[in-house]
């Protein structure tokens, strides 16, 4: 081989070598939060997870000032952001914002406005982008009622369908959750269809808002995180559900179960047992459907889970020790 053959093979080799490291490093979590363009006031600092966001997609805004803050909120598109103090203290709150499954691409401003403790206004903006999702489009055969309901269905369903707006409408003002967010199912660890374009029977349907964990029936389904229960009942097409509201607009929504194990008004702790899975409502076969909303966003709730996590994890590593610990 020349020496010029073994310098451009070796070339080739070294960018091979580049593209397999970037297709890596996009299939791996978030672990530290991403610069974005933005202008903040002075002494203050706002980053989000990462620079963009698919449909159903999830960010975590984190907040820095250099003096002690009061009061924080972002607002995006007509919605109110509801922030957090971070356990570290006062000078860092987060948020989540919520991208719905539906929203259009484009670019949207983020607005966060406050205080500090001594009355001085802070305020940043940031452009976020959202990219449309590369979800899949499936045929599904399910029983005709689902498809084509009786106007006495049509009429339950969308009385349901009001009932869950109304739920999702309201903004509990304080945070219930206290860590991190679990799967509400033991041993399973990813789930499948979030986003999916299902035709049933050959007519088009929405795109499937919450995602599907397989289990078998009567495998226990557990609460994601501290809530109170607002919602446990037998619905149309969700079967057996329960909701729990989180606070600051975050709930979850575990369907198609079996049995239902707490009534409305419940607060349920951390991996509180709330019913069974099951194959009640229009399915194809035993599973459990968990939703999430944010601020009336669907967004996949396996976000949650993987960004709160590398939340907490970034938060242990960074927070001080205190004097005469070890």
Not at 147 to 168: C, G, M
Not at 216 to 238: D, I, M, N
Not at 247 to 267: M, P, R
Request: overall charge positive.
């Amino acid at each position: 081989m020349t020496l010029r053959a073994s310098t451009a093979a070796g070339k080739r080799q070294v960018r091979f070598a580049l593209v397999c490291v970037a297709a890596m490093a996009a299939l791996l979590p978030v672990r530290t939060t991403a610069k974005v363009a933005n202008t903040c006031s002075p002494g203050t600092t706002l980053r989000l997870s990462a620079p963009a966001a698919i449909q159903g997609g999830l960010l975590l805004i984190d907040l820095k000032s250099t003096k002690p803050l009061a009061e924080v909120q972002g607002e995006w598109e007509g919605r109110i952001v509801p922030f957090w103090g971070d356990s570290t203290g006062d000078r860092r709150h987060k948020g989540l914002l919520g991208v719905d499954l539906e929203k259009a691409p484009g670019e949207y401003e983020l607005r966060v406005t406050g205080q500090t403790e001594s009355g001085e206004k802070i305020s940043c903006r940031a452009m976020v982008r959202v990219r449309k999702g590369q979800y899949a489009t499936e045929k599904l055969q399910v029983g005709k009622q689902f498809v084509e309901p009786s106007p006495e269905q049509i009429k339950r369903a969308d009385e349901e369908r009001q009932k869950l707006r109304d739920i999702f409408d309201r903004v509990t003002p304080e945070r219930l959750w206290d860590g991190k967010f679990r799967i509400p199912l033991d041993g399973v660890t990813t789930g499948t269809n979030f986003g999916k374009r299902r035709i049933l029977n050959g007519v088009p349907g929405s795109p499937h808002g919450g995602t599907d964990l397989r289990a078998v029936t009567g495998t226990p389904v557990y609460a994601a995180q501290r809530g109170k229960v607002v919602l446990a009942e037998a619905l149309f097409f969700a079967g057996n559900a329960v909701v729990v509201d989180h606070g600051l607009g975050i709930y979850t929504f575990y369907g198609h179960l079996s049995e239902i194990g707490v009534k409305v008004g419940d607060a349920v702790e951390t991996g509180a047992v709330l019913g069974k899975v099951g194959a009640t409502g229009r399915v194809t076969g035993p599973h459990l459907h968990w939703g999430l909303t944010v601020e009336k966003a669907r967004v996949n709730p396996l976000l949650l889970v993987e960004l709160l996590d590398n939340a907490s994890e970034e938060t242990t590593e960074k927070k001080p020790s205190k004097p005469g610990t070890k």
